[in-house]
């Protein structure tokens, strides 16, 4: 009887430390983790393929267990766009010339939504109702339009219009290289097709290129537009 007890207490043991080993030491999901899983799946299927359904396969959990970290599918979105944002200076608008500025804020701005292109449709589309942050960088930049002569009720057309260049210039990130270039119609279209071969020989980066000509262009017909 002794040592069938004893036994029974080995084995009562070991059953309890394979327990403890196979038991995580730290949570399954986190917040961070739910953000990563989230612009993988975008980068993966779109943003008609992002759904909270498929994030948990994604993350081999059930919906629910998302639930306990993120209120729902628009506050995981408003979290996506608040990392992304995190990586834009904005610190232009408090020391440079107001065109300077732009240009410089336009570039950060681009190369952070460049880097998850796809996600674009679904961080530039929803409200920013919950995100202080970008009310933060609205309020300096409108700040900074007043003082420099600009109406307020022309501050916001402004803001919108050099925004939707910008966005506009961060999808050039999906297009293909030379996806302008007229293959089989050179013949049918010679003028355009001298143009694009000239583009092309002024080397670079031309989508860039493109992105400062344009917004100087625009930062400056909207300040004349603006003032005038």
Do not use: C, K
């Not at 299927?45 to 994604?58: K, S, Y």
């Not at 766009?81 to 950060?108: C, L, Q, Y």
């Not at 007043?146 to 402004?158: A, C, K, M, N, Y």
């Amino acid at each position: 009887m002794t040592d069938v007890s004893h036994n029974g207490g080995r084995e009562d043991g070991a059953m309890a430390e394979q327990r403890r080993v196979g038991r995580p030491s730290t949570a399954v999901l986190s917040s961070e983790r739910i953000v990563e899983a989230a612009f993988g799946l975008v980068r993966a299927r779109g943003a008609r393929g992002f759904t909270m359904t498929a994030l948990a396969e994604d993350l081999g959990v059930r919906p629910s267990a998302i639930y306990h970290h993120v209120p729902g599918r628009d506050a995981l979105i408003g979290r996506m766009r608040r990392r992304v944002s995190a990586s834009i200076d904005r610190t232009p608008f408090e020391h440079e010339p107001i065109v300077d500025a732009f240009v410089a804020w336009g570039r950060s701005y681009r190369a952070a939504f460049a880097s998850t292109p796809e996600s674009i449709v679904l961080l530039a589309t929803l409200p920013i109702d919950a995100d202080l942050e970008s009310f933060d960088e609205y309020e300096l930049i409108t700040r900074r339009l007043v003082s420099e002569g600009w109406p307020i009720e022309r501050t916001l057309d402004t803001i919108v219009a050099i925004e939707s260049f910008i966005l506009g210039s961060a999808l050039d990130a999906l297009a293909p290289a030379g996806n302008m270039r007229p293959g089989a119609y050179a013949d049918a279209v010679p003028t355009f097709a001298r143009a694009e071969m000239a583009r092309d020989a002024a080397g670079g980066d031309s989508a860039a290129r493109t992105f400062e000509i344009g917004l100087r262009a625009l930062v400056a017909g909207l300040r004349e537009w603006a003032l005038g």
